[in-house]
């Protein structure tokens, strides 16, 4: 097997792989190295996310390279977090050799990237957005340009960065290095090959399509009500969940991570409103497993990597295959297991079929956890958390506590009310609400959730500092009723939303209608609108009445002569009617009336003979014409 220091690697740069723990190059490493540093020809190379792929240009790069005053490479990248991710990596590569390595990407001051520029820079690496309003502001040169490297090309062809690409390969010189590298090789990236690259050589490591070697992919078929209660089933039985949550939009990261920072998970999101800072902060978080659980969309499918992921869970169903390629590679790192799961609409099923068709991967359809199952699992993960800190002689400073509390006590009736107090709410089943499996013959058929609670207006929020907890716990120790009796809380920035049952409803009515907190009246109302997710059932209302079952109606008028008319008397009081006689004998309901024979509307006059014009006798007669 090859190893790094059979590829004629500098010394120095050996020894910055040996601090990371490289010893052996990937596939794609192992063939596009070479290449690179005998710097023949264009490279294009496929492989699948996770592979190596920074490194295995990245090290060329640091080997042909001298620090100069001039930007030598140019590297572009779809994404901040990847721009970064590939500056950090190349810089931790080169060791002493004191190349000035910079990651330029929006949201950041154009006065600090000019000051940038102006110094040594021999690597650059930027986001399309941003090269191109350096080269419209003439702040950056490329005529000096040794390599220019495109990586996940698919990726910025399929956010439209087609034209700007176009572009930059106008601004650089033609003499120049190109590299092209992609999990997946679409038409437009060979289109691009061929129109401005040249010759190239084609590199497409093995393996690149992802198998069901070292993973277990699956799907559930849900409705789209149920994906929440399906999500919280899936983490409670895990007994280590540290997983990326995929949503479509950024509404959807929102919305999703304060459902469950409110359900007393641990999450945070990631989308591209979100400043730098704050993205940098929470994916810093995430790597230091301080949050196990990251909700974010598609942007955060590329160039972030994070070891020892167990779970990608794809909310929303990817909008083609190579998108699902991109968010569950996350976790095909480093040759370890690690489980992808889909979730789906009816309506989804052939999306889901055509994702398998293409990757040419077994996606199984899961097996939903049922209640029962889930309180289980959360059992045996507590028995083995307390057999590990037992283990690991942690507790040698709660033994004297432990003494005096079974000192008059029963030890199993000791154990069982720290049970109650602390896990009561985690062994409540009533906590999870049932979901309605799919089926080929239930697919498309709506299933009514039954409702009934009443849903309250909370005048207390999270700016004021309250979180889920401490808003359940202060409605509890006021009103009485049991935090399990609570349900759909969801907490806004300027008020908050619970679901109780009517009767619950009144009792908390009536314990804060006075109650003023912090010289605040904390107002709690009825809510205009109800839950349509509850476990209370519906109402039933008795049948409705016909319009003939009246027993009294109003009284009547005649429309002209305002006369009052007694009350219609009810159907059932009416007499019913004989038998039907025959036409002949039955009478007209107006008579008619004998009119005499019929005249014409307008009487024809009578006029004499027609005369001629000159008859007239206002006209004398016309005489004879004679000559004289």
């Known amino acids: 097997m090859t190893e790094f220091k059979d590829l004629w690697i500098w010394e120095q740069t050996l020894q910055a792989l040996t601090k990371k723990w490289f010893v052996t190059p990937s596939p794609i490493q192992a063939q596009v190295i070479p290449l690179l540093l ?24 640091i080997e042909k390279l001298t620090p100069t005053n001039k930007v030598q490479a140019l590297i572009l990248a779809p994404t901040r977090e990847l721009a970064t991710q590939i500056a950090e990596e190349i810089d931790s590569l080169q060791g002493k050799k004191g190349l000035k390595v910079m990651a330029i990407y929006g949201k950041q001051s154009y006065e600090i990237q000019h000051r940038a520029l102006k110094r040594w820079i021999d690597i650059l690496v930027w986001t399309p957005g941003r090269i191109m ?53 679409p038409k437009e990236v060979l289109q691009i090959a061929k ?35 399906l999500l919280r089933r899936i983490m409670d039985t895990e007994s280590d969940f540290y997983g990326i949550i995929f949503c479509h939009t ?52 590329r160039g972030i990597d994070v070891n020892d992921v167990t779970h990608v869970i794809n909310y929303a169903i990817p909008q083609n ?34 994702i398998k068709k293409v990757n040419k991967v077994d996606i199984k359809k899961g097996q939903i956890p049922n209640i029962e199952g889930v309180i289980e699992k959360k059992k045996d993960k507590l028995n083995e958390n307390i057999q590990g800190v037992i283990k690991k002689e942690s507790h040698k400073d709660y033994t004297e506590i432990a003494d005096k509390l079974i000192e008059n006590t029963n030890p199993r009736d000791v154990v069982a009310a720290l049970l109650k107090m602390h896990y009561e709410s985690d062994f409540d089943q009533t906590r999870y609400k049932n979901i309605v499996e799919q089926t080929r013959e239930n697919r498309f ?71 003023t907190i912090h010289g605040k009246k904390a107002i709690i109302n009825r809510a205009k609108e109800s839950t349509s997710d509850s476990r209370w059932p519906r109402r039933e209302f008795p049948p409705r009445k016909s319009f003939w079952d009246r027993k009294e109606f109003p009284p009547r008028k005649d429309f002209w002569t305002k006369k009052d008319y007694p009350p219609r008397k ?14 002949g004998d039955r009478k007209e309901f107006w008579p008619k009336k004998d009119f005499g024979p ?11 003979p027609r005369k001629e014009f000159w008859a007239k006798k206002s006209f004398w007669a016309r005489k004879p014409y004679k000559r004289p």
Do not use: C
């Open 321 to 354: 295959a190579e998108r699902y390629t991109h968010r569950i590679g996350r976790t095909w790192r480093a040759g370890k297991e690690w489980t992808a799961i889909t979730f789906i609409t009816p309506k989804e099923y052939s999306k889901m079929s055509y």
């Open 445 to 515: 058929a709506s299933k009514w959730t039954p409702w009934g609670q009443t849903r309250l207006f909370i005048a207390l929020w999270r700016r004021e500092g309250y979180t889920a907890r401490s808003l359940l716990e202060l409605i509890t120790k006021e009103s009485g009723v049991p935090s399990r009796d609570m349900d759909d809380l969801k907490m806004m920035d300027d008020f908050s939303f619970i679901s109780v049952s009517p009767m619950n409803a009144a009792i908390i009515t009536n314990a804060f209608a006075d109650k």
């Open 38 to 61: 005998k710097g023949e020809k264009n490279v294009i190379g496929q492989a699948a996310t996770g592979t190596g792929k920074t490194a295995a240009f990245g090290i060329p790069l």
């Open 598 to 608: 019929k005249k014409e509307f307008w009487p024809k006059r009578e006029f004499g």
């Open 133 to 185: 309003d350096h080269l419209n502001r003439k702040t950056l040169d490329l005529k000096n340009l040794s390599y220019f490297i495109l990586d996940e090309a698919d990726e910025m062809l399929d956010m439209w960065f087609i034209d700007d690409i176009e572009t930059i390969f106008k601004e650089t010189k033609p003499e120049k290095k190109v590299l092209l590298f992609s999990a997946t090789m």
């Open 570 to 583: 009810p159907y059932g009081d009416r007499k019913e009617f004989g038998e039907r006689k025959p036409y």
């Open 250 to 301: 950024k509404a959807d990261v929102d919305g999703l991570v304060s459902r469950l920072n409110d359900e007393w998970y641990s999450a945070e999101g990631l989308h591209g409103d979100l400043a730098q800072k704050q993205r940098e902060h929470f994916l810093q978080r995430f790597k230091d497993k301080k949050v196990k659980i990251l909700v974010a969309t598609d942007i955060a499918a």
């Open 195 to 229: 129109k401005y690259i040249g010759e190239y050589e084609l590199i497409a490591a093995p393996n690149t399509e992802i198998t069901g070697e070292q993973t277990d992919q699956t799907y559930f078929e849900v409705q789209e009500r149920d994906k929440f209660e």
